[in-house]
């Protein structure tokens, strides 16, 4: 084969299989989640320990709900000065479509600030939202909307959310920083163009309750910023809503606004059971963020825009080096038959996975980096 035919028939194969440049339809609203953490194993781990008992409909073993999303890949998650990322480096390509250095949030090499799919989203008329299972000012969410140097500047990055009139809805589970901070900027705030909740009024926050004001919600009740474990849940009573309620909430809060919406989800939680090496905690985790997105799915379906949405699952990083073993000879495991392994506390240069479906999702099909991410979000909202 010539040089020459070698290339058309690259180019043949583009076109037959779909290139990563081709232009993807536009997506009415676009949803991120992203599973801090969560490698490979997490999943097959939650698989093989909570679901492997049961089949579906076809006899098939069941899946967690993102796992039935029609395009899969695998992500590369280096930062530009680490080749194991952090939080912010990664939330910064997630967010921004860039590499820079680990403990960056919303910054380049240069300590430049830049563009974020959020402010992207916001200048072409959505509406858009922030959720995490931990403090709202966290690296994960703060890469989608904050600009800072350092991920430790949490004081510093609570105050950028609340000027951030980009983004109209921010739940998590807590704030990090100075305590009274939250209390003070409620106090402060113009009770016109913000609103802020937490686990006491949740209930009351609504789409007619939060109607033309931006909406920040801190739901933590016992100061460890984040909401209860889902492992912890089941011996333990607790007024902190799960990552699904918080996530159906902020649909409810952005869908009715006009223009479509974009919404960032984050399942936090499982990289602090990973750093924990804590097994059962990290399933948990796993399990709810698994909810959430089911409850995405439940939601879309009844509001008649599940086909107009592009929805991306996908994770920062791996957390500790996750291995599963034994045993060998059986499909179905029990409990306590499998073997799990973290190989360290800290995080990995492991590749994720990346889930999707709708509109403009073949572009995260097969492997690539994590910048892609952010290039599949841009194109689905148009170019
Ligand atoms: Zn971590």
Same mark, same amino acid.
């Given at each position: 084969m010539t040089f020459k035919s070698s290339i058309l028939s690259l180019a043949t194969a583009c076109c037959l299989f779909g290139c990563a440049t081709a232009s993807p339809d536009k997506a009415k609203n676009v949803i991120l989640f992203i599973a801090d953490g969560m490698g490979p194993a997490h999943v097959d781990a939650t698989v093989h320990t909570h679901l492997s008992q049961t089949v579906d409909a076809n006899g098939d073993p069941a899946r967690l +709900?993102?796992?039935?999303?029609p395009v899969a890949g695998s992500i590369t998650t280096f930062a530009s000065d680490s080749l194991v990322t952090d939080s912010a480096a990664s939330g910064t390509s997630l967010s921004a479509g860039i590499k820079t250095f680990n403990g960056a949030i919303g910054v380049d090499d240069d300590k430049k600030p830049v563009e974020t799919i959020t402010e992207i989203a916001k200048a072409r008329g959505l509406a858009t939202g922030v959720v995490s299972s931990v403090g709202i000012n966290h690296a994960t969410p703060a890469a989608f909307y904050a600009k800072n140097? +350092?991920?430790?500047?949490y004081d510093d990055i609570f105050q950028q959310l609340l000027a951030a009139d980009f983004v109209d809805v921010a739940i998590g589970g807590g704030v990090f920083g100075e305590e009274t901070a939250f209390q003070a900027a409620k106090e402060s705030a113009d009770p016109a163009k913000l609103a802020f909740f937490t686990t006491e009024d949740f209930h009351d926050l609504t789409a007619e309750t939060a109607a033309g004001k931006r909406v920040i919600a801190s739901l933590d009740t016992d100061g460890d910023h984040k909401l209860m474990y889902v492992f912890d849940r089941q011996r333990e009573e607790t007024d902190e809503p799960e990552l699904k309620d918080l996530t159906v909430k902020a649909l409810e809060l952005l869908q009715p606004r006009e223009g479509g919406f974009f919404l960032m989800v984050e399942g936090g939680s499982i990289d602090w059971a990973g750093h924990a090496n804590e097994i059962d905690p990290l399933m948990g985790e796993v399990l709810g963020l698994s909810d959430a997105v089911e409850a995405t799915l439940e939601y879309l379906e009844r509001t008649g825009e599940l086909e107009d949405t592009l929805i991306l699952l996908t994770s920062d990083h791996e957390t500790g080096g996750l291995t599963l073993t034994g045993p060998y000879g059986k499909v179905g495991v029990d409990r306590g038959e499998m073997e799990f392994h973290f190989s360290t506390t800290n995080h990995t240069a492991a590749a994720v996975r990346v889930y999707g479906r709708g509109p403009g999702a073949e572009m995260s099909q097969g492997r690539q980096d994590q910048t892609n991410i952010f290039r599949t979000m841009k194109a689905a909202l148009g170019d």
């Amino acid at each position: 084969m010539t040089f020459k035919s070698s290339i058309l028939s690259l180019a043949t194969a583009c076109c037959l299989f779909g290139c990563a440049t081709a232009s993807p339809d536009k997506a009415k609203n676009v949803i991120l989640f992203i599973a801090d953490g969560m490698g490979p194993a997490h999943v097959d781990a939650t698989v093989h320990t909570h679901l492997s008992q049961t089949v579906d409909a076809n006899g098939d073993p069941a899946r967690l +709900s993102f796992e039935a999303f029609p395009v899969a890949g695998s992500i590369t998650t280096f930062a530009s000065d680490s080749l194991v990322t952090d939080s912010a480096a990664s939330g910064t390509s997630l967010s921004a479509g860039i590499k820079t250095f680990n403990g960056a949030i919303g910054v380049d090499d240069d300590k430049k600030p830049v563009e974020t799919i959020t402010e992207i989203a916001k200048a072409r008329g959505l509406a858009t939202g922030v959720v995490s299972s931990v403090g709202i000012n966290h690296a994960t969410p703060a890469a989608f909307y904050a600009k800072n140097e +350092s991920r430790r500047n949490y004081d510093d990055i609570f105050q950028q959310l609340l000027a951030a009139d980009f983004v109209d809805v921010a739940i998590g589970g807590g704030v990090f920083g100075e305590e009274t901070a939250f209390q003070a900027a409620k106090e402060s705030a113009d009770p016109a163009k913000l609103a802020f909740f937490t686990t006491e009024d949740f209930h009351d926050l609504t789409a007619e309750t939060a109607a033309g004001k931006r909406v920040i919600a801190s739901l933590d009740t016992d100061g460890d910023h984040k909401l209860m474990y889902v492992f912890d849940r089941q011996r333990e009573e607790t007024d902190e809503p799960e990552l699904k309620d918080l996530t159906v909430k902020a649909l409810e809060l952005l869908q009715p606004r006009e223009g479509g919406f974009f919404l960032m989800v984050e399942g936090g939680s499982i990289d602090w059971a990973g750093h924990a090496n804590e097994i059962d905690p990290l399933m948990g985790e796993v399990l709810g963020l698994s909810d959430a997105v089911e409850a995405t799915l439940e939601y879309l379906e009844r509001t008649g825009e599940l086909e107009d949405t592009l929805i991306l699952l996908t994770s920062d990083h791996e957390t500790g080096g996750l291995t599963l073993t034994g045993p060998y000879g059986k499909v179905g495991v029990d409990r306590g038959e499998m073997e799990f392994h973290f190989s360290t506390t800290n995080h990995t240069a492991a590749a994720v996975r990346v889930y999707g479906r709708g509109p403009g999702a073949e572009m995260s099909q097969g492997r690539q980096d994590q910048t892609n991410i952010f290039r599949t979000m841009k194109a689905a909202l148009g170019d």
